[in-house]
């Protein structure tokens, strides 16, 4: 079946800091991947997606490359700000008997001190 | 265009009852899928449909249902209720629920179960 890895946190930065967090991926054909992020007390917002392999998506800063080859889609932010705290979740999307779900990894909670 | 909205925000029951979530979707988007979130288990997949039809299950007992109306707001109902089924319940909307189409959040629910 589908999974999702993500590096699991506490993971905690200094403003400005450079910003990695590993996600890889087992899915049966091609699947879309996602980020999406989740502030306290709030449901989730997409931050950035990737349909297909070589993909860059980006927002705000942060990017994510969809390599096929190693199965990852890394986060990756070159300077956080103490607004970029919350828990991040690297997802995908595939097909499976006619429509499509969301496979999410565990989170990785994400704390940026001034 | 206004965001995916949930109601009630939160929710107190306690063993045994029976509890109604309601979700309605972004103006156009025919796709609801709906998704519990546990610090245990993180975010699972329920089910989701698509004019007014199931079109996916996830792994969970019989106890939780839901339905779609014909415009498109949708309904899910846990009986029976555990004092596992405490979660955050979230809804997401998309336009076709296809594999590269974005899903979008609403807060969610918070049911305690006493």
């Known amino acids: 079946g589908n999974s999702v890895t993500q590096m699991e946190g506490p993971v905690t930065l200094s403003e400005e800091a450079f910003l990695t967090i590993n996600c890889t991926y087992t899915?049966?054909?091609?699947?879309?991947l996602f980020w999406y992020v989740q502030y306290p007390g709030e449901g989730l917002q997409l931050l950035l997606k990737?349909?297909?392999?070589?993909d860059k998506g980006s927002n705000k800063g942060f990017e994510a490359t969809y390599r096929k080859e190693t199965t990852s889609f890394h986060l990756e932010k070159g300077s956080v700000q103490v607004s970029d705290s919350a828990v991040y979740f690297c997802?995908?999307?595939?097909?499976?008997?006619?429509?499509?779900?969301?496979?999410f990894g565990k989170g990785t909670k994400l704390s940026v001190i001034p | 265009k206004a965001g995916v909205t949930q109601t009630p925000r939160y929710l107190i029951k306690t063993r045994g009852q029976q509890v109604t979530l309601s979700c309605s979707p972004i103006s156009g988007h025919r796709s609801v899928s709906w998704y519990q979130q546990t610090p245990g288990q993180g975010l699972q997949f329920l089910f989701e449909?698509?004019?007014?039809?199931?079109?996916n299950k996830g792994n969970f007992p019989g106890r939780f249902s839901g339905r779609q109306f014909s415009n498109s707001r949708s309904e899910m109902n846990v009986s029976t209720l555990e004092l596992g089924d405490s979660a955050l319940y979230l809804c997401?909307?998309?336009?076709?629920?296809?594999?590269?189409?974005?899903?979008?959040f609403g807060p969610g629910t918070r049911l305690t179960v006493l």
């Open positions: 990737a349909t297909k392999a070589d």
């Open positions: 899915a049966t054909g091609y699947p879309s």
């Open positions: 449909y698509f004019s007014e039809t199931q079109r």
């Open positions: 997802a995908l999307s595939s097909s499976g008997a006619g429509s499509y779900q969301l496979t």
């Open positions: 997401a909307s998309s336009f076709s629920g296809t594999k590269t189409d974005t899903q979008y």
